[in-house]
């Protein structure tokens, strides 16, 4: 049978139908993919100040699962991870971020956990002048509240790693043998930051790991003021995203990008099990009794 040509013609309703398909898809790929262009922000956005990095949000069942693959490692490990993902050199912050204690019997001052982010700045407000007690508790007070709070505390949960990026040349205590130990009966289990605190003797006696650039006296009032929570930070010369994996030992401090994680660890402990293997063995042969570092 010959089939006419004018059977062949498609209705311009299919027509159009099949742009609308081919538009859909295309603007799918952009939200899905990227495929195409962002628009540019504009100078009244920029003005008003914009972040181009975006926070991802993962749910607590996504952080327990990650940490459990983490469990144990040592940041040597991480190191020789990161190696393998390729990202060598990434994410080691500098050694002068080094434990404010260490426990070389049970190594409790180790931590893993997942990164809550604080960026606190230098205040250019004037300090506080002689006034009575009450006047100065006031004025103490209304800073804490107004300029200098504590708004990443609801985001503790259990295995968060509070990471701060702090006015390093001020000689503040933004974190105390207080509230610290605050911050670990919502789930901390260790603290990080690119400046100082205080109250490290009481710090070490309660047991909460603490890795810091060196020791701070003041008090925030005066001395700084808190920018932004959870968001990308820099700290001790490295980025640090919010639900990032932090590692910290006697060796210092590493940053796993969340999306390398899974990859890091599985090689960073197969490396871990051969390595305790190993020494378990010299441990033998020199007649040394095994301790927590090779169990």
Not at 231 to 260: F, H, M, N, T, Y
């Amino acid at each position: 049978m010959q089939i006419r040509k004018e059977n062949l013609r498609v209705p311009r309703w299919m027509l159009l139908v099949g742009l609308l398909g081919v538009l859909s898809c295309a603007a799918g790929s952009d939200r899905r993919g990227n495929s195409r262009a962002r628009a540019k922000p504009t100078v009244q956005q920029l003005r008003a100040g914009m972040n181009f990095m975006k926070t991802q949000v993962y749910s607590e069942q996504e952080d327990a699962e990650i940490l459990q693959l983490f469990e144990g490692l040592r940041v040597a490990d991480v190191s020789d991870g990161m190696d393998k993902a390729g990202l060598a050199n990434v994410g080691l912050m500098s050694p002068e971020i080094h434990a404010a204690w260490k426990d070389t019997k049970r190594f409790t001052h180790r931590f893993i956990g997942v990164a809550v982010t604080v960026r606190y700045v230098p205040t250019n407000k004037p300090p506080a002048h002689p006034m009575e007690t009450e006047k100065f508790d006031q004025w103490v007070g209304n800073w804490y509240s107004k300029l200098s709070s504590e708004p990443f505390v609801a985001l503790i949960r259990k295995g968060t790693a509070v990471v701060f990026d702090d006015a390093p040349d001020s000689d503040v205590g933004s974190i105390g043998s207080n509230n610290i130990m605050s911050w670990r009966l919502r789930g901390c289990v260790g603290v990080v930051t690119n400046a100082t605190a205080r109250d490290t003797d009481e710090i070490a006696a309660e047991g909460v790991p603490l890795y810091f650039r060196k020791a701070g006296r003041g008090i925030r009032p005066g001395r700084n003021e808190v920018e932004s929570v959870n968001r990308p930070i820099e700290c001790g010369g490295v980025l640090v995203r919010p639900g990032d994996i932090i590692v910290a030992d006697g060796d210092g401090v590493i940053v796993v990008p969340r999306e390398k994680a899974r990859e890091v660890a599985v090689y960073a402990g197969a490396t871990l099990q051969t390595d305790k293997g190993q020494r378990r063995n010299l441990y033998d042969q020199l007649g040394l009794t095994p301790d927590d570092s090779v169990k």
